[in-house]
């Protein structure tokens, strides 16, 4: 069974460095400035390197987080104090990439303003992290805090739904400005949701990034595809350490932020371009929005508080049953990364769809519905299984 896991996490590692390799060279040819890639490695090593920094100084870390005992939260999953600082690597290896790559073109979205527009969901994000109890509500205002800052800096936001009725609304931007910050609130906080496993937020954001930037170059942003390489790039470098065992955490910092960046940049790319179909965009971020979503009809149905955690995601379905029905209860060590490489080309089949019809609102808009079905029943066949199995008392 180790062999086969191992032989899982080879073959999925293949995937996603082809995958980035061929997008990296797809993008950038079209670039005006050849160093662009040296500047992508440079974001990569910058992540990698405050990652493995922030591993070997853990016991420092860990006498300031462990204030709080995170291995007692209802949803917690692994059973080892680990630093959730890996959030701050990636952020400040973004930071310094858009440094890098400060141009004058004129491009819809300025890499110094974007900058500005970070500091409130990080900060607060950072300070969850290093145990300071910051309530829900106040992370969401955060949240909130650093899309208005991006409206302000950039006077944009969701112009249109491609639903005739809904965009008819929209054409009172106080209502659409108070949409996009409600829709980049709810991803934010639902890619802090999905961040249960080992490399699994980190890979969808990967993914997500890329596909974006796929997106962004069909129709000629070329500003938008430069920060979301960017991004893919610091993430992947805190990927290293993260996948498969967990040496370092992403943290709210880190998946507050990542959310922040990817929705706004999205919300700008549907600003600039007509061509881009919103629903499209929905794709994907589909698996983090699916996953909140289930999680509100799931506790509302329960009679409890939406912001109530649990241990009923998706990914902790996956990863009960790769405890019981394969490796077995104690090797969590390895069950842990195998859910993550077997929920992940469910969380990235939308977005191939995504790029495949992003200009393209009637299919795109199938797509949501197919996905939808299928995640609807695919949770529901897992829930009914876990029903059945009497041993499955941690529920």
């Not at 500005?116 to 607060?124: E, G, R, Y």
């Not at 249109?160 to 054409?171: A, G, T, V, Y």
């Not at 961040?195 to 930037?213: K, T």
């Not at 993430?235 to 350490?241: D, K, Q, T, V, W």
Request: hydrophobic fraction near 55%; charged fraction near 10%.
């Amino acid at each position: 069974m180790i062999s086969l896991q191992l032989h899982l996490w080879y073959v999925k590692w293949t995937c996603l460095i082809n995958y980035f390799r061929g997008s990296l060279e797809s993008i950038t040819r079209k670039s005006s400035m050849p160093q662009f890639v040296t500047i992508i490695f440079i974001v990569f090593a910058c992540s990698l390197t405050l990652s493995l920094a922030f591993f070997i100084m853990r016991r420092n870390i860990l006498s300031i987080q462990n204030l709080r005992n995170d291995l007692t939260a209802v949803q917690a999953v692994h059973s080892v104090s680990t630093p959730r600082t890996g959030g701050v690597a990636v952020i400040l290896a973004f930071v310094l990439g858009l440094a890098l790559w400060l141009d004058g073109s004129g491009q819809t979205l300025s890499h110094s303003k974007f900058i500005f527009t970070l500091a409130p969901v990080f900060f607060v994000g950072i300070l969850e992290d290093l145990g300071y109890f910051i309530s829900p509500k106040l992370r969401i205002l955060s949240s909130a805090a650093s899309g208005l800052v991006f409206v302000y800096l950039f006077n944009q936001w969701i112009p249109r739904s491609d639903l005739p009725i809904l965009d008819e609304i929209l054409f009172w931007s106080p209502f659409a400005i108070a949409l996009s910050i409600f829709v980049a609130v709810a991803i934010g906080h639902a890619f802090n949701l999905i961040d249960g496993l080992n490399g699994l937020s980190a890979f969808i954001g990967i993914a997500a990034a890329l596909a974006l930037a796929l997106m962004a170059d069909g129709v000629g942003l070329s500003g938008h595809h430069n920060m979301l390489l960017i991004l893919a790039a610091a993430i992947a470098g805190f990927s290293l350490l993260n996948f498969p065992f967990g040496w370092v955490f992403l943290g709210d910092a880190g998946a507050y932020t990542i959310g922040h960046i990817l929705v706004w940049i999205s919300i700008s790319m549907i600003w600039s371009s007509e061509q881009i179909t919103p629903w499209a965009i929905f794709l994907i971020f589909f698996w983090p929005i699916g996953d909140t979503i289930l999680a509100i009809i799931r506790r509302l149905s329960k009679g409890r508080p939406v912001s109530q955690p649990d241990r009923l995601h998706f990914h902790q379905l996956v990863l009960r049953a790769c405890e019981i029905l394969i490796l077995g209860r104690k090797r969590r060590r390895f069950a842990n990364p195998l859910a993550t490489i077997l929920v992940l080309p469910l969380a990235v089949a939308p977005m191939f769809a995504g790029v495949f019809f992003s200009t393209d609102r009637n299919h795109a808009l199938l797509a949501v519905l197919f996905f939808g079905l299928f995640f609807a029943l695919s949770y529901g066949v897992g829930m009914a299984i876990v029903r059945k199995r009497n041993r499955w008392r941690i529920f």
